[in-house]
């Protein structure tokens, strides 16, 4: 291990589709305990990275290593109870599900037997974190309501929900806000901060510059499927390569 | 004796043909599996059958049940397939059984649950081949197909609407997203494949020289069959394997053993399922490339 | 009760056994057109085991539940490599392989059946019906349950989650097709003969109608659904021999103006989520 503590290491990753080379070499760390950024312009290859790290696609070459052990062969669901939860760009809920049912779902029960047990599945334990995770996402009172009846903001905050309720150790989160406003926004940002205060690790995809500005402790560049650069927001705002690569145009840090 | 059950098998054979391109030319367009069409198969053979015992020709028959199925198919397409194109597959598949089990109890009361027996001068009626001979109705069998097979090769390969279904079939969604005509040839499909379905029904009113309600089931199954093993969108497949089973039931019927072909049959038919992630079905495993 | 109401009630309660069985396979967005292969299965094997070995009935249909559950578990494997209509075609082939195996295995009669079983009562039918039913709608309160739920719904999102799909789908399959495989044989002890024939693609078919027109999101679904169509044709009588036309009719009306089925889940919130939520 390179990092004192790192949770999450990509070394050397490549992935091809087809003739495209979605990563090419690439390279990170996410320290414990911090969050990260990930970001570069459409088709950069972010969610790619996010699928790999996930299990979700197996890796052309490379190697992923997860709290100090290789992820490489395993299937989502085996990455997923290693202690990695992510949440989806294009939004994936499960249709016929409240919100409570979301966080019951993904909260792995330890005991088997409970998981058949009737009325069971949610023990006392389950029930207050799952309860603390819909206050600390404002859903408390959108607990009973389905996916498709509730705005798209909302949603995102319920991936989110689901993605906490399995306690995972690294957050992957694909442009939380997108779809979002403001208000909502900035509640996100007071969240992951107090997760991160917690003890949580996080790495997040964003566009929205001054969102991710304010929020990451280091920031990792991705264009073309290669890490151009990386640093503390204020080195990476001001890098020349990352102007021009990416925030050159539109000035998108000046706010 | 083994050159009578060959062309024995071939007539059969040519009509799963038929049915199964019927079957397919829905599938591959819509990805529904349309149940009604063994039963627009009966219907089509009661029609046909009617027609040649009052008689009237081949010539006639044909087109006549062809007609009647093809109308029939687009009512189908029209009260259980339109409203529910949107719903899970399952809600079009349970509304064309309806449909098949009305048409069913339609020609029982109709025709009653006996068999509908072809004339004996016609159904005796052979022409002498050296050491086999086939009957004048085998032969109608075989070149009737082979027609249908050649006008179908034709509309698919060489007309606006064969190349408005080819796109269709060759990628539902993009065809969907490019604005095809999706409802015109929604309505074709279904025509096409109900009037096959017809014609195939007459065919085998001749091969068994009989026709009876019940024989939509079994025969719309084994066509099932047929498609899959032969492709179930590209329709040239079923060409072979139309015949090929045909021949391996006549042949299993004569030397024993029907089971275990029917076994081979569907077991051949899971194989396929299985063994093409994606290939000639399309979409029928996970790939490992959809997004996420 | 008459002994012609107590058939009636005796077909509904093997009816309720067969739609939970698609019911349960359903439930992780499987559709199995080859369930009555299962019931085939638990037929034929809980009539030998009964009339051959001389075992208890009870004893014979539950070695038939866990013979049919272990066919399902490996039908299930290569079933996860097929979706939708694909799934329902390839179900379909392996139902048509089942019966023809029947049709040519000599020592189960063949073509020609196999009888033998003594006659059962319908209260010991439907002490199974009742308790499998009871069995399942527990199971829907359970965790378990809302993994099957998830896997239907986006089943890679599931996976990603850190649901075991593999094992949940074959497991469902599992469960479904022990459940078809207790049918069949309480359906040999109340039939007294059984042939091929009578697991078909019909009897396939029927199965999956309990579950779509009485509710495929909640297990009373498919006990309505089983009622509804066993009784039916005793309503549909004075039609006389229009009634299966009538019943086709009514079947697209139902599909075209109730989809979900005549119950859905939507009724049953409420309840549920009190239950969820205090625990
Ligand atoms: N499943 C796939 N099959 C084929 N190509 C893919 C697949 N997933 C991603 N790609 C390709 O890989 C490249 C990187 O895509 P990716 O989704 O990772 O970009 P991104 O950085 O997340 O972009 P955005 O900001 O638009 O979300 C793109 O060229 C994309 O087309
Ligand atoms: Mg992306």
Redesign the interface.
């Known amino acids: 291990m390179r990092a004192p503590d790192s949770v999450l290491e990509f070394r050397g990753v490549v992935k091809r ?1 087809g003739g495209i080379s979605a990563l090419n070499e690439v390279d990170f760390v996410v320290p414990r305990g911090q969050i990260v950024g990930l970001i570069g312009p459409n088709g950069a290859g972010k ?1 790619t990275a996010f ?1 790999l790290a ?5 890796t052309t070459a490379g190697d992923i290593i997860f709290e100090g052990r290789s992820t490489i062969g395993l ?3 085996q990455v ?2 290693r202690g990695i ?2 949440t ?1 760009q ?1 939004i ?7 919100v ?2 979301h966080l ?3 909260n ?2 330890k005991s088997r037997i ?11 334990e ?2 207050e974190r799952s309860r603390r995770i819909l206050d600390l996402t404002g859903l408390t009172a959108f ?2 309501r389905l996916p498709v009846s509730l705005p798209y903001g909302m949603q995102r905050k319920v991936e989110i929900a ?2 906490l309720a ?1 306690q995972p150790r690294l957050l992957l989160l694909d442009e939380p806000v997108a779809g979002m406003n403001q208000d909502e926004a900035g509640e996100l940002l007071e969240l992951l901060l107090r997760l991160r205060r917690e003890g949580l690790t996080i790495l997040v995809i964003e566009h929205d510059m001054p969102f991710v500005m304010n929020l990451c402790d280091h920031i990792y560049v991705l264009d073309f499927g290669l890490v151009i650069a990386g640093g503390r927001p204020e080195e990476v705002r001001r890098d020349p390569v990352v102007l021009s690569a990416y925030l050159g145009e539109d000035g998108g840090c000046s706010r | 004796m083994l050159l009578q059950q060959l062309i024995n098998g071939l007539t059969l054979g040519a009509v799963y043909t038929l049915i199964a391109l019927s079957f397919s030319l829905v599938m591959g367009i819509l990805g529904v599996l349309n149940l009604a069409i063994a039963e627009l198969f009966m219907l089509g053979g009661y029609c046909g059958l009617t027609l040649i015992i009052m008689g009237h020709s081949v010539w006639l028959a044909v087109p006549a049940a062809m007609a009647v199925s093809g109308v029939l198919a687009v009512v189908v397409e029209r009260v259980a397939y339109r409203p529910l194109r949107d719903a899970p597959m399952i809600m079009p598949l349970l509304s064309t059984l309806a449909f098949s089990i009305i048409f069913q109890n339609v020609a029982v009361n109709v025709w009653g649950s006996d068999p509908l027996q072809l004339p004996d001068a016609l159904a005796d009626a052979r022409l002498s081949l050296g050491t086999a001979s086939i009957g004048i109705m085998q032969l109608a069998v075989i070149v009737v197909t082979v027609l249908l097979v050649v006008a179908l090769g034709v509309i698919v390969q060489s007309t606006k609407l064969g190349r408005g279904l080819r796109a269709v079939a060759e990628n539902r969604e993009v065809a969907r997203i490019l604005g095809a005509p999706a409802s015109r040839l929604t309505t074709a499909a279904f025509a096409l494949s109900g009037s096959l379905a017809g014609a195939a029904g007459v065919l085998i009113g001749f091969h068994y020289a009989a026709i009876t309600p019940y024989v939509g089931v079994d025969t719309g199954l084994k066509a099932i069959a047929v498609m899959v093993v032969g492709g179930s969108t590209r329709i040239w497949g079923v060409l072979i394997a139309g015949p090929l089973i045909g021949v391996a039931e006549v042949l299993s019927v004569v030397y024993g053993g029907s089971a275990i072909r029917d076994m081979v049959v569907y077991g051949l038919m899971i194989l396929v399922l299985l063994l093409r992630p994606q290939g000639v079905l399309g979409g029928s495993s996970m790939p490992e490339g959809e997004r996420v | 009760m008459s002994t012609y109401a107590a058939g009636l009630s005796a077909d509904i309660g093997i009816a309720l056994l067969g739609g939970l069985s698609v019911y349960v396979i359903l439930a992780t967005g499987q559709l199995s057109l080859g369930n009555a292969a299962f019931m085939a299965v638990g037929a034929y094997l809980a009539s030998a085991l009964t009339v051959y070995a001389g075992l208890p009935l009870t004893a014979a249909l539950m070695l038939a539940g866990l013979a049919s559950g272990f066919l399902g578990v490996l039908v299930g494997f290569p079933a996860l490599r097929l979706r939708g209509i694909y799934l329902a075609m390839a179900t379909l082939g392996f139902g048509e392989m089942t019966r023809s195996f029947f049709l040519d295995f000599a020592p189960a009669g063949g073509a020609g059946g196999f009888r033998g079983m003594g006659p059962v009562s319908t209260a010991y039918i439907w002490a199974w019906s009742a308790s499998l039913l009871v069995g399942v709608v527990l199971l829907e309160r359970s965790r378990l349950w809302l993994e099957f739920r998830a896997v239907n719904d986006d089943e890679r999102a599931a996976d990603l989650i850190g649901l075991n799909t593999t094992a949940i789908k074959v497991g469902a399959f599992g469960l479904g097709a022990a459940i078809a495989g207790v049918a069949g044989g309480l359906f040999a002890y109340h039939q007294l003969y059984i042939e091929p024939g009578m697991f078909g693609f019909d009897r396939s078919i029927e199965m999956v109608l309990y579950v779509v027109l009485g509710g495929s999101t909640v297990a009373v679904g498919p006990l309505l659904g089983a009622t509804l169509l066993v009784l039916l044709p005793e309503f549909l009588r004075f039609l006389a021999d229009w009634r299966l036309a009538a019943f086709g009719a009514l079947l697209i009306l139902v599909l075209l103006f109730r989809r979900q089925g005549i119950i859905d889940r939507g009724m049953f919130r409420g309840l549920s989520r009190r239950k969820w939520a205090t625990p």
Do not use: Q
Request: charged share 25%; hydrophobic share 35%; aromatic share 14%.
């Open positions: 589709f969610t699928n996930s299990g979700a696609y197996t299937k989502p669901y997923a109870r939860a992510r989806f294009n994936r809920l499960f249709r016929s599900m409240t409570w049912e019951v779902v993904s792995r029960e409970r998981n058949i047990l009737p009325f069971g599945g949610a023990g006392r389950t029930c607990h009973d689901r993605a399995s």
